[in-house]
């Protein structure tokens, strides 16, 4: 395999379900130039940004911008559809409506910055950091395993699988062994997301479908779960304790009777 990694391969990667990313990944050379180096510098984004209109929004897609710190600045709107943003600071920055389809943002940095309705359709972020970013209806399918969504607001988020497109197998929101402990996740659509090992602890899960979730090993001690979906969910091992509120389904989720509950 090259340093450099093929264009059809990224493709590929980008649109592939996650376990099979997750798979391809391991040939994957994270420490090729596009994967690991910056094509552009920090002044030359602003320039870009600076020269953008309303009409010809900045276009940073498939771009490299990888270790860059941009920290701070308004890309709201801007298009980083394949993009590679990986161990890129993105803190405080506004990214409200922007496009990161298929972008690479493995162990980014975007905590507190705004993603209100940004779409991160096939996302390849793992252990990227979020705390206190605002991603309220925003689209999150790809992966995002251990990230760290702490004390986030991901109201009305958009994670559930779409069934009606899933000719190349499950497409959804992978947050495998992610932190969301205090997230406000209210109204949030998770349902046949993997959230194997995610902790949830404290977290305000009011009216959020998680049906048909993978919940195995999960954390959601002292949560608020009034109205919470779990039909069909899978909660082997799940910690139930000390919820806060009634949860709709619970009798319905698979695997209850393993379930720790009070």
Do not use: Y
């Not at 994270?30 to 929004?57: C, I, N, Y």
């Not at 409506?97 to 690479?104: E, V």
């Not at 699988?161 to 959804?172: E, K, P, T, V, W």
Request: some cysteine; overall charge negative.
């Amino acid at each position: 395999m090259p340093r450099l990694l093929a264009a059809p391969l990224l493709l590929l990667l980008a649109l592939a379900p996650a376990a099979a990313a997750q798979d391809m990944m391991r040939h994957l050379d994270l420490d090729s130039p596009r994967m690991s180096e910056a094509e552009l510098t920090r002044g030359e984004v602003e320039a870009l940004l600076a020269a953008a209109t309303p009409q010809a929004p900045a276009d940073l897609s498939d771009r490299s911008l990888n270790g860059l710190d941009l920290s701070g600045l308004d890309l709201s709107g801007v298009d980083l559809t394949r993009a590679r943003l990986n161990r890129t600071r993105l803190e405080g920055c506004s990214l409200a409506g922007a496009t990161l389809d298929a972008a690479w943002a493995i162990e980014a940095d975007f905590r507190g910055a705004d993603l209100e309705g940004a779409s991160l359709f096939q996302v390849q972020a793992p252990r990227a950091r979020f705390q206190g970013a605002r991603l309220d209806g925003a689209r999150l399918i790809g992966g995002f395993e251990g990230a760290r969504f702490e004390g986030a607001s991901l109201r009305e988020l958009e994670g559930a699988a779409d069934m009606r497109n899933q000719s190349m197998g499950l497409i959804n929101a992978v947050l495998r062994s992610a932190v969301l402990d205090g997230a406000d996740l209210r109204g949030a659509r998770l349902g046949r997301a993997n959230l194997e090992f995610v902790k949830l602890r404290g977290a305000d899960l009011r009216g959020a479908d998680l049906s048909r979730a993978r919940l195995g090993g999960a954390d959601l001690t002292g949560a608020q779960v009034d109205g919470l979906k779990l039909q069909k969910a899978d909660v082997t091992s799940t910690l139930l304790r000390q919820l806060d509120g009634a949860p709709v389904g619970l009798d319905e989720a698979r695997n209850l009777e393993r379930a720790f509950r009070d």
